[in-house]
């Protein structure tokens, strides 16, 4: 037997030192692109405060233009997207979720501004959730130039040209980031149909409060951070009308929903984005309701003010328990890594018919717009209307993911959408609505089945 020499000794420790080393930055190599999130995410928010005196949205006994601004409006983008990688089921597909400081999209606007923003981006009908959050105390946005106000149509052309601006500039700060989910609840909303008797004993349902009545309390947050950690976004869903203000009031302000915004970018950071998305509220208001303005006399804290802080430190308190999964583990454990789908589909509703709620003829069928989404687990459904909140809670209590976000103002504006069963009862939102009494179903029908084969 050959004698190996200490130099042949040497060159085969060298030689195994140099593979094991080897191996090791290759295994290290392949278990730092495991756990590389696939998902890439960019934000971007604009400045939309009316700079001009506009007619305001929501109440139609306000005829006065508005007269100063007591908080900024904004719109917010948050839009998710896939790494390049090969064999990244994200690869080309897009999510583009923008929350505006808005009553929402209505005469038109949905429609208008949905197109130039898919042509803009070449999107499918499916990645874009164009949404409000219903403030009463904002613009009302028309492309009418025979009715609408010069001042209100330069503002939704001015508004047009900055969402484009704010979203090109989201799509071009995508990076990695790592999101996780959590749910908080908030007493802010409360359910406003309130049974009321005259003096001959007869009952109507009014405008109100009804404690009695069906409130989602949930409030939904979206956590989004860089994988090294830094916060850059705070995403929340929760169900209320942004009416604490009423039509005597002609100060600018997001109200409740926009206060909440305000507050969490001022407490995480004023590079985090916390966008909003108004639930399924149509019979939803804040506690406190169509004030006529910021109270503003020693020692008060206006309700506004109070309600926002309220709902937005709930946002904080769950936004900080939320524990962004690594994800290799996420994805071993079913959490989806991420993966981006999408669908869209028009609904053609039925109208109501002329016996129905003392309205004197029959309602034409009415399309709405319906979008699905999810970001791995993180399920997103958008609804071209304003539904009422059992739908939502419906939606959500079917849906195969944990947390469904019920965004309603969504890529349409097609007034109030009511359940079946409170046709019966009367009262505001069903005698404004269009709808038929079993078109609720078929949206939430559909939404759970979209839910279902994304
Ligand atoms: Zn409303």
């Known amino acids: 037997m050959r004698k190996l020499s200490v130099f042949s000794i040497k060159r085969i420790i060298i030689i195994v030192t140099v593979f094991t080393i080897g191996l090791f930055l290759a295994t290290s190599s392949i278990q730092s692109k495991e756990s590389r999130s696939v998902l890439q995410a960019g934000t971007a928010k604009v400045d939309i405060t009316p700079k001009k005196p506009v007619k305001m949205a929501g109440y139609s006994s306000r005829t006065g233009l508005s007269k100063g601004v007591h908080d900024p409006l904004s719109a917010r983008v948050v839009v998710f997207g896939g790494t390049p990688l090969r064999g990244n089921p994200n690869n080309g597909k897009r999510l583009v979720l923008v929350s505006t400081d808005l009553i929402g999209f209505y005469d038109g606007t949905a429609e208008y501004m949905r197109k130039v923003i898919l042509d803009e981006f070449q999107l499918e009908q499916s990645e874009l959730f164009l949404s409000a959050i219903h403030t009463h105390a904002g613009p009302s946005l028309t492309i009418n130039k025979e009715k609408g106000h010069p001042n209100n149509l330069e503002y939704t052309e001015r508004l047009k040209v900055k969402l484009i601006e704010v979203i090109r500039k989201a799509l071009s700060n995508m990076g990695p980031v790592n999101i996780g989910a959590g749910i908080g609840y908030s007493p802010v909303g409360m359910n406003r149909r309130e049974l009321k008797f005259d003096s001959s004993g007869n009952s109507s349902i009014r405008l109100g409060r009804n404690p009695y009545g069906p409130t989602d309390k949930e409030v939904l947050v979206v956590k989004m951070t860089k994988p090294n950690g830094r916060l850059i976004a705070a995403l929340f869903d929760y169900a209320s009308h942004a009416t604490c203000l009423g039509g005597k009031n002609y100060t600018i302000s997001g109200d409740v929903l926009g206060l909440a915004e305000q507050f969490v970018e001022k407490i995480l950071g004023e590079d985090v984005i916390a966008a909003a998305f ?105 609804i071209g209307c304003e539904v009422l909140t059992e739908i939502g809670m419906a939606i959500k209590a079917a849906s195969p993911y944990k947390h469904t976000f019920v965004i309603t103002h969504c890529n349409g504006a097609a007034g109030y959408l009511p359940p079946e069963h409170l046709y019966i009862e009367g009262g505001y939102e069903i005698k404004s609505s269009r709808f038929a009494p079993q078109a609720a179903d078929m949206v939430v029908k559909n939404a759970v089945k979209m839910l279902h084969e994304l």
């Open 278 to 382: 108004a639930g399924a509220s149509g019979n939803i208001d804040p506690w406190f309701r169509v004030l006529p303005a910021f109270n503003n006399e020693p020692g008060w804290i206006p309700e506004p003010v109070l309600l926002g802080t309220m709902l937005g430190e709930e946002v904080v308190h769950t936004f900080r328990d939320i524990e962004i999964p690594v994800p290799a583990f996420a994805r071993k454990h079913g959490d989806g890594g991420g993966e981006i789908a999408s669908a869209f589909v028009t609904l053609e509703l039925p109208g109501k018919p002329r016996n129905e709620t003392a309205i004197e003829k029959d309602c034409p069928p009415t399309p709405l717009n319906l979008t699905a989404a999810r970001v791995g687990d993180i399920a997103f459904v958008g």
